[in-house]
């Protein structure tokens, strides 16, 4: 079992950055892939990053990619997603998630496992 706790989220204007992290507890992380989605009202939750276990490979939505970059810590078990020149539209509930199946780079939602309770995210115009 893993349980994972994401903050960092809050309030920016458009252009600004902002840096989520996630720990997860448990021993197993150095194994998972790990995820980041968000989910906007009234939209289905959507994959935006994922690293492997050892963060040498990586999955970008086009929609974040160039802006945003995923990685990870796991000394620390934390996963972070850095958020640069940020938009109205990424205004969502961003949210971790952990894969222990090796899945989770080819973004199917269905694999991960394990999901933190969310952080806010909002993004002024």
């Known amino acids: 079992q893993v349980q994972l706790v994401e903050s960092g989220g809050g309030l920016v204007q458009a252009g600004g950055s902002l840096r989520l992290s996630c720990v997860a507890s448990g021993r197993t992380f150095s194994t998972y892939t790990m995820g980041w989605f968000r989910q906007a009202p009234g939209l289905e939750r959507e994959l935006i990053a994922a690293v492997s276990w050892s963060g040498g490979n990586t999955y970008y939505a086009d929609s974040v990619k160039g802006r945003f970059t995923i990685s990870r810590d796991n000394a620390k078990s934390t996963v972070y997603l850095q958020m640069d020149n940020l938009k109205p539209e990424d205004t969502a509930v961003y949210y971790c998630?952990?894969?222990?199946?090796?899945?989770?780079?080819?973004?199917?939602?269905?694999?991960?496992?394990?999901w933190g309770q969310g952080t806010q995210v909002t993004v002024s115009s």
């Open positions: 998630a952990a894969d222990p199946h090796g899945l989770g780079l080819l973004g199917l939602r269905t694999t991960y496992s394990y």
